[in-house]
């Protein structure tokens, strides 16, 4: 990772192209620095598996050394102590507890026993099942995820992966049966550097890594009167997870290799009554490492940066090519096709003037001075027959110019539209600000739980604009009661969410998951919601509907609706939308497969290339913006004034085609198993999906008004 470090905002996209990945660390996390022999101390999180949904605190498996609840020196933590989160840290599943793990900074331990632990039949199944999914084990010092190390190739780098496998799965080459086994032993290896300043003159040492290599030991190993191994560099069988029949102490089958061997282990026969034993061992070492800044400590959990940034460069150089080719196409619409129908348009208002002005006159009930417009008519019959004595008139006059007394008809449904457009905005605000602030570097990964915490922050705080825009459309469309609306802005996007994400919690809950929210957090979030967040968005819909008004339209609508012809296949509803929305996932398309990789995939890993999916979210807003105007031109061409939900389902149809990619992600790239995972991905690609759909469809609906506006404004005459 290499995060930016300078944060003048001019700045932002020339340094987010240029250093995507470099960074600094936000005030407020100072470096800690430790002095010889000061205890460090070292904590567990959870476990979780890139084949699962599911993740569990570490404390809450059956086959782990439980804490002692003995106090610990570093800091004053008991052993067991649940340090305290943020809102991020809950909803993302951590659950971080102080170990009995017992780190002095520069003092080795070659061997420590940790415990012995006594394990039933049913916790070894349970083992077996964590095993057999991948579970990966999440331990901190001093906020850095204890790490597998690997090495290239070509042996010329080093990278980590956070998190280590609980144990690891072989097959027998004769049966083809899966033998199972426990990682029980743990090197430490932290390493460190002098620090700088005063703390450096005094002798302390900072922490810039975090390596843990795991091992299984089994029983047959030669042990000291601690229980140590004497030889942890040869290990003559690893710990089986496997129960012999009649034992009340487990035993390690021997593994062999030739075909004659029958495993003693195989899946589904440890149904025998009796304990497991499994010794904990762990040893430490400390070295010293001047080749890593604490400020680029995180870049080792960063793999492959340079091939990544080589795909992002691609991703940009794709959008920027479809980008450029719809600008051309609107540029072509907004300079040629149409200046040369207002054009015409104007020229057959100045040929009929006269003849309009002589009817007026014989007439005797208007003078030319008192004529209001050609697009300036109110509701009353003698404005109707004005505007049915003009349309005749002007039988030169197609397309999108016809529909100048409609076009700005109130669409049904506008009492929920109003709402959708407030919630919009509301999000846009809030990844606006995410992306911002992870590409200057202020949410990065040493700010655990940093993202979702910001950005429910933001959301609760934009409900000010998702009040008073949601207001200014209710307003447009001839709405009177502000209140309701407000209410329903302010209840049914979050509603929604609220409702799926406590239906979830009833699954994950039986499941015993860390993924389960805490009942008090659901009250937190109730209660932000409600005491925050509702009035809120009431203050934002006063503003807008009592002081900023309804939006003036610059030509009035008639009280009889035109007809709306046949419309070919392309431009019908669901048509239009499936091949609109096609065009902006095809920008996003390549950066989608990072942020799908990180979410799904690669959990050890971190999305960090904000800098890139800055650049290409402007490039996506401005394709989304592209293909509205496009879409809501064509369909005004072809006499169809009914563009205002349309313009909605235009800009957010590309929600579609993610959801879409999402179910084949599924099937083809991910390995989940179990009903309650399945439940969650699709659940949560949904939720991810219609926050999307929202965003873009207000970006999109945004820019169809402003077009019409625009285009219908240039043919008003007074």
């Given amino acids: 990772m290499v995060w930016i470090k300078r944060t003048g905002l001019s700045s932002l996209l020339s340094l987010a192209l240029l250093c995507p990945v470099d960074g600094f660390y936000i005030p407020g996390w100072s470096i800690k620095s430790y002095k010889e022999e000061q205890q460090i101390p070292l904590m567990v999180n959870k476990v979780y598996s890139d084949n699962t949904q599911l993740q569990y605190a570490y404390y809450d498996l059956p086959f ?15 052993s067991g102590q649940s340090i305290p989160l943020n809102l991020g840290e809950v909803l993302r599943g951590d659950r971080i507890m102080a170990s009995d793990i017992e780190l002095a900074m520069q003092r080795d331990k070659p061997c420590n026993v940790l415990c012995t ?77 002098k620090a700088s300043g005063r703390a450096g003159a005094r002798g302390e040492k900072i922490i810039v890594g975090f390596e843990v290599y795991p091992k299984s030991i089994g029983n047959s190993n030669r042990r000291d009167t601690k229980g140590c191994p004497i030889d942890l560099q ?144 109110g509701d009353d019959v003698d404005n109707d027959a004005d505007v049915s004595s003009d349309d005749e008139a002007l039988e030169d006059v197609t397309g999108w110019k016809l529909l100048h007394a409609d076009v700005f008809r109130t669409p049904r449904f506008g009492s929920l539209l109003a709402p959708l457009i407030g919630s919009g905005m509301q999000l846009v605000f809030m990844a606006v600000g995410l992306v911002v602030l992870s590409a200057l570097g202020v949410l990065n990964p040493s700010f655990r739980g940093g993202f979702i915490s910001v ?13 008073y825009f949601s207001a200014r459309v209710f307003k447009s469309f001839d709405g009177k009661d502000y209140r309701a609306n407000a209410l329903v802005t302010a209840l049914l996007f979050p509603g929604l969410a609220f409702a799926l994400v406590f239906i979830l ?67 019908k509803s669901m048509q239009s939308i499936l091949l609109a929305g096609l065009i902006p996932f095809a920008v996003i398309f390549i950066e989608l497969l990072f942020v799908f990789q990180s979410m799904w995939q690669d959990k050890s890993g971190y999305y960090y290339v904000f800098g890139f999916l800055a650049v290409v979210s402007i490039i996506l807003v401005v394709t989304i913006a592209e293909v509205t105007v496009v879409t809501v031109y064509i369909q005004l061409c072809s006499e169809n004034y009914h563009w205002w939900w349309q313009s909605f389902f235009v800009g957010g149809g590309s929600a579609l085609w993610v959801f879409a990619y999402s179910v084949w992600y599924y099937f083809f790239k991910l390995h989940i198993t179990g009903f309650v995972s399945s439940l969650l991905f699709f659940t949560y690609s949904f939720m991810a999906c219609c926050v999307y759909g929202l965003l873009t469809g207000t970006i999109g609906f945004l820019s169809a008004y402003a077009f019409v506006r625009r285009i219908y404004g240039a043919i008003k005459v007074d």
Wanted: charged share 20%; aromatic share 12%.
């Fill in 117 to 193: 632990r006594d394990i039933s039949s049913g916790d070894l199944q349970r083992a077996k099942e964590l095993v057999k999914d991948g579970y990966v084990a999440e331990w901190i010092v001093d906020n850095l995820p204890g790490a597998t190390s690997f090495v290239t190739v070509d042996k010329t780098k080093k990278y980590y992966a956070a998190g280590f496998k609980l144990g690891y799965t072989e097959f027998s080459p004769s049966t083809g049966k899966a033998h199972y086994f426990l990682h029980n032993h743990h090197t430490i290896v932290i390493r460190y550097r």
């Fill in 455 to 467: 950005g429910v922050g933001l959301f609760i705080f934009a409900g000010l604009f998702s009040g």
């Fill in 234 to 377: 040869n290990v003559d069988q690893p710990f089986e997870l496997h129960m012999t029949p009649n034992k009340t102490i487990g035993s390690v089958a021997p593994r062999h290799t030739d075909s004659s061997y029958q495993p003693a282990a195989t899946e589904g026969d440890d149904s025998a009554e009796g304990m497991l034993s499994v010794p904990y061992t762990y040893s430490v070492y400390f070295r010293e490492d001047d080749t890593i800044d604490w400020s680029h400590r995180w870049d080792l959990y960063f793999v492959n940066q340079e091939e990544g940034s080589r795909i992002h460069w691609l991703a940009i150089v794709n959008s920027l090519i479809i980008c450029g080719l719809l600008t051309g196409i609107v540029m072509i619409i907004l300079a040629k096709t149409i200046r040369t129908d207002i054009k015409g348009y104007k020229d057959a208002l100045a040929e009929d003037g006269k003849l309009r002005l002589k009817r007026k006159n014989r007439s005797g009930n208007r003078t030319p001075k008192e004529k209001p417009g050609l697009l300036d008519q």
């Fill in 64 to 78: 782990v050394c439980p804490p002692t609840g003995q106090h610990k020196s570093a800091g004053g933590l008991l």
């Fill in 505 to 571: 919690n009833l699954f994950v809950w039986a499941q015993a998951s860390s993924t389960a929210i805490p009942f008090g957090t659901l009250i937190a979030i109730v209660f932000l919601w409600l005491c925050v967040q509702v009035p809120l968005v009431l203050a934002g819909s006063y503003y807008g509907f009592l002081r900023a008004g309804a939006w003036e339209h610059p030509t009035r609508t008639t009280t009889i609706a035109r007809q709306v012809p046949q419309q070919a296949w392309y431009i």
